[in-house]
């Protein structure tokens, strides 16, 4: 069982759609990171969220952190081909010396 | 760019054969770590390392061992490789002080273990 569960883990839709993935656990977290994934690659991180409640934008992409700092969610307006991908959360533990990754969404945006 | 490499990117080996994996950084980042994924899994941690000779395991060491003898490589070795490890291993390294910063991944290597 991982630390982090991310749903859904499969998502498809047709390009100006919106959508949100989440990521949630029963453990609290330091901070959250999201990351995404193209194929043949390796992840690239979008954003880190360290304050419950906090949210963050990045363009059409909206991250929010729980207020417990449990869970996350990330929110895509007006979904576009090139947010094709798999994005996958990763939390930070306090006294640990790594990040934990959730189990991934993968997107697909249609034309 | 954190300058990390990977290498061999795609090797197929036989079940009970030895495979090393390596990781080069060209800075000189203390954290370094070693995930593999598989799907419906996201990534999982192996092994990392905090500095030349210290490493820890992650949530999935099993079968896998380490070496980290110079600050710019960080070795992944299967002694006897199984099917159960058919996977795409990254190599990451922190680019902050501590481990749980933002990581920067390599293109990472497919094995495939017949």
């Known amino acids: 069982t991982q630390l982090l569960e991310q749903s859904p883990q499969f998502l498809s839709i047709q390009e100006g759609e919106n959508l949100t993935v989440y990521c949630n656990s029963s453990?609290?977290?330091?901070?959250l990171q999201w990351y995404r994934q193209e194929p043949g690659e390796g992840p690239v991180l979008l954003v880190t969220?360290?304050?419950?409640?906090e949210v963050k934008k990045l363009k059409r992409l909206t991250f929010q952190f729980g207020d417990a700092r449990k869970d996350s969610s990330l929110h895509i307006t007006a979904a576009q081909p090139g947010d094709t991908g798999l994005y996958l959360c990763?939390?930070?533990?306090?006294?640990?010396?790594?990040?934990?990754f959730g189990t991934g969404t993968r997107l697909t945006v249609i034309p | 760019d954190a300058g990390i490499t990977q290498s061999p990117r795609h090797k197929v080996t036989e079940t009970g054969t030895p495979v090393t994996l390596r990781c080069h950084q060209t800075?000189?980042?203390?954290?370094m770590y070693w995930y593999r994924q598989d799907p419906g899994h996201g990534l999982r941690l192996i092994h990392y390392?905090?500095?030349?000779?210290?490493?820890d395991k992650g949530e999935v060491s099993d079968g896998y061992s380490v070496s980290r003898s110079k600050t710019e490589d960080f070795l992944l070795t299967l002694e006897s490789a199984t099917s159960s490890q058919t996977s795409v291993y990254f190599c990451?390294?922190?680019?902050?002080?501590?481990?749980?910063?933002?990581?920067?991944f390599g293109e990472g290597s497919r094995l495939t273990v017949l």
């Open positions: 453990s609290v977290f330091s901070s």
């Open positions: 800075e000189n980042h203390r954290y």
């Open positions: 969220v360290v304050t419950g409640g």
């Open positions: 990451a390294i922190s680019v902050t002080r501590e481990g749980t910063g933002e990581l920067f």
């Open positions: 990763a939390g930070a533990r306090t006294g640990a010396n790594n990040l934990f």
């Open positions: 390392s905090y500095g030349v000779k210290d490493t």
